[in-house]
């Protein structure tokens, strides 16, 4: 049975994560994670470049990095939340992964690994905007048409998405308030996420043009409901 895999969003805030393997890729996976700001990130490699790897968390808070000139032992696994094998060999990725299955231990293999095994997650590439973030995965069949599906999807998700959010978010409690029902709050959110009415809102919201949103909304929203899509543009900045 093949495996499969499911998009998880993680707060890493409290998580003990571990890197094997400091080389280019390695490098990449570190300074993702330092951007999740985790509890501690421990990071391996018996021929660790110091100052590559300064380079690529200058940028970054990095209190949280330890560094060690060593090669990987079973028991770096141990209290670990999150766990990237990145060196260049694929022995040592595959004992990494397999060491965390055992140890229920969630693991990336980001380098060469031996076949069947493999880790037991994948990182999706992913575009953000606001507050919107859009995760996409080929499951590991093509990082190129991941990389590309990228880019598409950045041009595709600035026609207006990210407002539209932000619009519902705010709409989102007011309406709650009125205390509706789900069933009638679920009807109105729907309304305004359709086509054609969607586009328009959202073309807009791009203009700034909060009388016009404000009258797309109006027959959808309850008559004793107090909202202006103006409430949001100061985050559009």
Known sequence: MPMRYYPLFLDLAD????????????????ASLLECRPLSLLVLDPNLDDKALDKAVAH??????????????????????????ATPSAAVNSAVAALCRAAG????????????AGGNFLVPAHV???PLTLALSTSGCSPALARALKEDL???????????????????PKLLALGL????????????????LREKLMEALLRKDAPLADALMAPHLPASLSFSAKEIFHGLD
Request: proline share 5%; glycine share 10%.
């Open 60 to 85: 970054l808070p990095h209190d949280s990095l330890i560094r060690e000139r060593r090669a990987f032992r079973a028991e770096d696994v141990e209290h670990k939340h999150l766990v990237f094998a």
């Open 181 to 196: 029902g789900s069933d009638a709050d679920a009807e109105i959110f729907r309304a305004l996420c359709a086509k054609p």
């Open 128 to 130: 953000e905007n606001g």
């Open 15 to 30: 998580a003990r994560c571990l890197v094997v393997g400091a080389g280019p890729v390695g490098r990449r996976k570190i």
């Open 105 to 116: 231990v969630l693991c990336n293999v980001a380098g060469p690994r031996e076949d069947g």
């Open 154 to 172: 950045e041009q595709w998700i600035q026609g207006g998405y990210a407002p539209l959010a932000l619009l519902l978010k705010a709409l989102r």
